[in-house]
Structure formats: structure tokens, C-alpha cells
């Protein structure tokens, strides 16, 4: 039981990063955004996040140092994209490369430090529930966070009136500026949204996850968030499923290398992106659903009448 318990909880901290991040990404291309730049996004958010820590001797100002770093990181996405109307999917790439060399070179003085771990908040009684206590109710700020924006999103884009004109900029972004939507500033803010949650999702990772600095520490995991949007369809509690789903892949590897399992560690190692190739080839296979769910305008430019 105890072990259970361990592995429960590794993998609910091994999924935050990875649901967030999603979360952030599916309100972007739900506007009709494309941004491959979750990588970039998120490693800021680990080394700012780390940083504002350090300094301050606060998480809690990490947090919101991840927020703000991912977010404003995301505004040199939009700036080309939105404004400048260059290619989304190599201004995306070009984010992610950016936000490594970038991250690697404000970190170089962080390295080695120790990290100012974010303390688990505890709901006494609940928390003393076996198993699921400790797991649910014995958790950080960003796993609550993290739940939260998975009602709060799929309470936003299907029931609210905002959400439907974001629904609809991804639907068909011509129609929308015909109806009197301002389709340019909704996509800026649905992209900073997506940046501020990338950022979250790195805060989580330096702050929680491993709390210290490493170069490169997000690992890939901006890419599996995007296959995992795709994977859920576009649908918030659906993100949350498969968010865990990988979650539990990356620390079943852990666990199998642990246990001397005679499979090279290399591969081992690789099982999270090869779970992620496996679930973009089943999802070909059921295209005619993809399809339907798919915003249509997804990663096209967007130029309003002069």
C-alpha cells in the first residue's frame, strides 16, 4: 500500500507540468493559434521561476515569476505571428530554440544551488484519508492550480460567452471579424494565456518536480503537451486523462529501471515519447473525428481589412 501511495504521488507530480502546459495550449489553438514554442515557454518559466525564488526566498514569488516570464515570452510569439504575420510553425520552433539558449544563459549562475521547494498545502482530516488522503489532499499550490483551470477552462470555452467567440475565431476567423469580433486581440490574448500557463508548468517543474536548476530540465516535455492536445480532441477533462496517462508512463520507466528490468536504460528512458508517437498514430487512424474536432483555422494568419 505504501508503495502504491509512492507511485500515486510521483505520478500526479510527473502530470502537473505536462496538464497545465496542455491546458494553455488548447485555449491557444481553440483561437486558431498554433504555437510551437511550449518548449521555450516553459524552461523560461523554470529558470525565472527558480530564480525569483532564490533571490527572494519565496516560491510563491516563483510562481509568479514563471507566470509572468511565460507570458511575456509568448508576446514575441504573437508580436511576429499576429502582427508581423510570419509562419507560426517555424516562429514556434524558432521560440523553442530561443527559450533554450536563453534559459542556459540566465541559469549559468544558478547551477548547483539549492531551491526553495514550495510547501504542500494540508487539509486536515481529508489528507488522513489512506491512500487518496496524502495523494489529493496533501498536494502543492500548482497541482490545485492545475484542477482548477481544468474546470475553469472547460467552464470558459463551452458555457461562456467569451469562450464562444473564442470557439468561433478558431472555427472560421473571416466570419468571426465579419460579426464584429476583434479577432487579433483575442488570439493576443489567448496566446499570452497559453504562454502564462507554459510558464506555470515550468515553475512547477524547478520549484516542485526537482527544486533546483538544471540546464535543459523541462526535457521534452512542451512536445509531449502538444501531442497531448491533439490526443484529448481539444477537450479540457480529456487533457486532465491523458496528462496522467503520461504522467504514468514517465515514472513507470523510472521504476523499471529501478527495479534492474533487463531492458536498456536508453530506451527505458524514451518510452514517454515513444507513448506519444503510438498515440499520434492511433489518432490517424481516426482522422474523421479529428477532423470535426479540429478548429478550423488552426495556424492560419489572420489580416484584418485596412
Request: with cysteine.
Amino acid at each position: 500500500m505504501d508503495m502504491f501511495q509512492a507511485i500515486l504521488l510521483t505520478v500526479i507530480t510527473a502530470a502537473t507540468p505536462l496538464v497545465i502546459a496542455a491546458l494553455g495550449e488548447l485555449v491557444t489553438e481553440r483561437a486558431g493559434v498554433l504555437n510551437l514554442g511550449v518548449e521555450g515557454m516553459m524552461i523560461m518559466g523554470a529558470v525565472c521561476a527558480f530564480a525569483a525564488a532564490h533571490i527572494t526566498g519565496s516560491p510563491y514569488i516563483g510562481i509568479v515569476a514563471g507566470i509572468a516570464s511565460g507570458a511575456v515570452f509568448s508576446l514575441l510569439f504573437g508580436f511576429l505571428t499576429l502582427t508581423l504575420v510570419t509562419n507560426q510553425v517555424a516562429t514556434g520552433l524558432a521560440l523553442t530554440i530561443l527559450g533554450l539558449g536563453v534559459s542556459g544563459m540566465l541559469g549559468e549562475s544558478f547551477v548547483g544551488l539549492p531551491g526553495v521547494k514550495l510547501p504542500p498545502i494540508v487539509f486536515p482530516v481529508l489528507s488522513e484519508i489512506p491512500v487518496i488522503g496524502p495523494a489529493l489532499f496533501r498536494q502543492d499550490l500548482i497541482f490545485y492550480m492545475s484542477i482548477a483551470l481544468v474546470i475553469g477552462i472547460g467552464w470558459f470555452l463551452f458555457k461562456s460567452r467569451t469562450g464562444l467567440k473564442i470557439r468561433a475565431i478558431g472555427d472560421n476567423h473571416g466570419s468571426a471579424h465579419a460579426l464584429g469580433i476583434n479577432v487579433i486581440r483575442t488570439r493576443y490574448l489567448a496566446v499570452m494565456f497559453g504562454g502564462a500557463c507554459a510558464g506555470l508548468a515550468g515553475a512547477q517543474l524547478s520549484l516542485v518536480y526537482t527544486p533546483q536548476w538544471v540546464e535543459n530540465m523541462s526535457a521534452g516535455r512542451g512536445w509531449i503537451a502538444l501531442a497531448l492536445v491533439v490526443f484529448a480532441s481539444w477537450r479540457p477533462w480529456r487533457v486532465l486523462a491523458g496528462g496522467y496517462l503520461f504522467g504514468a508512463v514517465t515514472i513507470g520507466q523510472l521504476h523499471a529501471q529501478a527495479l534492474g528490468i533487463g531492458v536498456p536504460s536508453q530506451l527505458l528512458s524514451a518510452m514517454p515519447y515513444i507513448a506519444t508517437i503510438v498515440v499520434l498514430i492511433i489518432i490517424s487512424h481516426n482522422r474523421r473525428t479529428t477532423l470535426i474536432n479540429t478548429p478550423a483555422s488552426l495556424g492560419k494568419p489572420f489580416v484584418p481589412d485596412r
